[in-house]
């Protein structure tokens, strides 16, 4: 059986990568590597930056992002890529199947264990296929499957982005504020108490009737 969803697999991905020779968007050589999934090509004296379609690779903050990095700039570095193009991100960055010759660079990704298959935005065909690829990665602990418990990068940026916006949030407060509410236990805290400036800390109250009135109860340390 796995023989059978290997050959189909095979198959899926040569059909894929004939399909992607044939609407090739944009040519160019590669001058950047921002990280494992983003890079910058060369065409016309004209730079565009490229996102590759389908897969999300470590931040380069997280294990192995650096070495996703790596990999994608050893494999198409100085390189003619050849793009199909998939629409653009907020970013204005061109969303796109990478090819080296006849390499895939999102599927190589994959297979070696330094990306996931980002399910909200691999849509096509072939995604099935990365699929099998990602979890074959995955059985033999491939790249980063090798960690006991890898973080996937879109959860990765969301905690990181909370952690930044609570950071923001508390450099903007005064000593002066009166109370603060803890968001998960719904507990409040006056100024000057230690659990004041607590992670989850963050929905400021201008009086304690204000906080008592929106579900909050008083800390029974501090007694606000």
């Not at 999300?56 to 050849?82: C, I, S, Y």
């Not at 629409?87 to 010759?101: A, E, F, H, L």
């Not at 400021?204 to 009737?209: D, G, K, S, V």
């Amino acid at each position: 059986m796995r023989n059978k969803v290997l050959l189909v697999t095979f198959f899926l991905i040569i059909a894929c990568i004939v399909q992607g020779r044939t609407d090739i968007n944009l040519t160019g050589k590669l001058v950047k590597v921002s990280d494992g999934d983003t890079f910058t090509i060369l065409e016309n004296r004209q730079t565009h930056k490229i996102r590759l379609y389908g897969i999300d690779t470590p931040e380069r903050r997280q294990n192995f992002g650096n070495k996703a990095r790596q990999f994608t700039a050893g494999l198409v570095w100085r390189q003619n890529v050849r793009v199909v193009e998939h629409g653009t991100d907020r970013y204005g960055r061109i969303i796109g199947m990478v090819y080296v010759d006849d390499v895939c660079v999102n599927e190589e990704l994959v297979k070696q264990g330094l990306a996931w298959v980002y399910p909200p935005y691999c849509t096509l065909p072939i995604c099935d296929a990365w699929t099998v690829l990602e979890a074959a990665a995955r059985d033999q602990k491939l790249g980063l499957w090798g960690q006991s418990a890898p973080i996937a990068p879109w959860n990765f940026r969301r905690s990181e982005k909370h952690v930044a916006d609570v950071s923001a949030m508390k450099q903007r407060r005064s000593p002066e504020d009166g109370y603060l509410g803890n968001q998960n236990s719904l507990v409040f805290h006056q100024s000057g108490c230690r659990n004041y400036r607590c992670i989850n800390c963050v929905i400021p109250f201008p009086t304690r009737q204000a906080a008592i009135e929106n579900g909050f109860r008083p800390c029974g340390e501090c007694a606000p």
